[in-house]
T-cell receptor
Framework: DTAVSQTPKYLVTQMGNDKSIKCEQN?????MYWYKQDSKKFLKIMFS???????INETVPNRFSPKSPDKAHLNLHINSLELGDSAVYFC??????????FGPGTRLTVT | DQQVKQNSPSLSVQEGRISILNCDYT??????FLWYKKYPAEGPTFLIS?????DKNEDGRFTVFLNKSAKHLSLHIVPSQPGDSAVYFC??????????FGSGTQLTVLP
């Protein structure tokens, strides 16, 4: 009975490909996020959606496009993958500012 | 430009003793601080938080201290248990409800 789930858990792909990572939360939260954990282990916010509306969009390339079909889902689509996109991507959700619930992460490897 | 810094990448403590994890921040606009714990191959999980109007918050074995003048917070775990071995992330939040994370400290509790 996972609160925040992500698929796939691992993704290996070649440069130039387009891929998507899916995220779903069953907590009834209004806000969802995407984070990138880079090689230096920093967790950096990429996007935040509140009730399907984009509220935070950090400086990420246009190749990254979040899509929120409903408030329980926030998918991340990446076009023309590059080597530097290799990282662990975490989805999260929250209802208030107390805490964010994170998914298990998706390890993306671009070769 | 790291606004949240965890200068100790690792910490080893004997079981039963106190673990003290430190975090410094530079942005005086941060008004809410959180600690997250992360096990390998899992997403971060919320541990404890503190508002900038307080200087201490306690939850069981976990206590967070905030020194606003020094822009410093610390997490105390006492007594430490082997199951506490994990990476601990400090995070700070401003009015935009956007979390800025530190790079984490790997805590190892030795039996």
């Amino acid at each position: 009975d996972t609160a925040v789930s992500q698929t796939p858990k691992y993704l290996v792909t070649q440069m130039g490909n387009d891929k998507s990572i899916k995220c779903e939360q069953n907590l009834g939260h209004d806000t969802m996020y995407w984070y990138k954990q880079d090689s230096k282990k920093f967790l950096k916010i990429m996007f935040s959606y509140n009730n399907k509306e984009l509220i935070i969009n950090e400086t990420v390339p246009n190749r990254f496009s979040p899509k929120s079909p409903d408030k329980a889902h926030l998918n991340l689509h990446i076009n023309s993958l590059e080597l530097g996109d290799s990282a662990v991507y975490f989805c999260a959700s929250s209802q208030n500012r107390d805490e964010q619930y994170f998914g298990p992460g998706t390890r993306l490897t671009v070769t | 430009d790291q606004q949240v810094k965890q200068n100790s990448p690792s910490l080893s403590v004997q079981e039963g003793r106190i673990s003290i994890l430190n975090c410094d921040y530079t942005n005086s606009m941060f008004d809410y601080f959180l600690w997250y714990k992360k096990y390998p191959a899992e997403g971060p999980t919320f541990l404890i938080s503190i508002s900038s109007i307080k200087d201490k918050n306690e939850d069981g074995r976990f206590t967070v201290f905030l020194n606003k003048s020094a822009k410093h917070l610390s997490l105390h775990i006492v007594p430490s248990q082997p199951g506490d071995s994990a990476v601990y992330f400090c995070a700070a939040e401003g009015s935009a409800r956007q979390l800025t994370f530190g790079s984490g400290t790997q805590l190892t509790v030795l039996p």
